[in-house]
């Protein structure tokens, strides 16, 4: 007899599974364009920056009060390369934020453009054109660095 009743509640319950599993249709929900790149952390490396291509002492980026997917230098860059990291320490498989083409421009023309997010691959920088006071705005959101030259 109890083996009758725990058949039954077993057969019972696998067909209010099957019954409630697959009526409705689902929507699917496509993204599209980039997931914004949550990280507490964004540093800048290269011989344009403080930090020169010192690994382990990049230099860290502010993020932004009212944004926190955003982060900011404000300060001078040389003539010369750089790229952005969301870890220091080591170049191996270390997220790489850098430019779509290698050797984008950093100017005193202000520029926005998209950037890339990558482990590994070519060897993509910016290229610091003039001296001088820039500020750098990284929005991890839209994946876009804007540039403005500040003076010298």
Not at 2 to 24: N, P, R, Y
Not at 87 to 98: F, H, I, K, L, N
Not at 103 to 112: L, R
Request: proline residues 4%; charged residues 20%; aromatic residues 12%.
């Amino acid at each position: 007899m109890k083996t009758h009743k725990f058949t039954a509640i077993v057969a019972i319950m696998l067909m209010g599974l099957f019954m409630a599993s697959c009526d409705e249709e689902k929507d699917i929900i496509v993204i599209d364009g980039n997931i914004p790149i949550k990280t507490s952390t964004l540093y800048i490396v290269g011989d344009a920056t403080p930090a020169l291509w010192d690994v382990n002492n990049m230099y860290p980026l502010e993020m932004s009060e009212e944004d926190h997917l955003v982060f900011i230098y404000d300060g001078n860059l040389s003539q010369g390369e750089l790229k952005a990291y969301l870890t220091q320490g080591s170049w191996d498989q270390a997220p790489c934020v850098r430019p779509m083409t290698a050797g984008s421009p950093i100017s005193k023309a202000d520029n926005t453009e998209q950037f890339q997010l990558y482990t590994g691959g070519e060897d993509l920088k910016w290229s610091v054109k003039d001296s001088g006071h820039y500020r750098l705005v990284f929005d991890l959101r839209n994946w876009t660095l804007s540039t403005t030259f500040l003076g010298y």
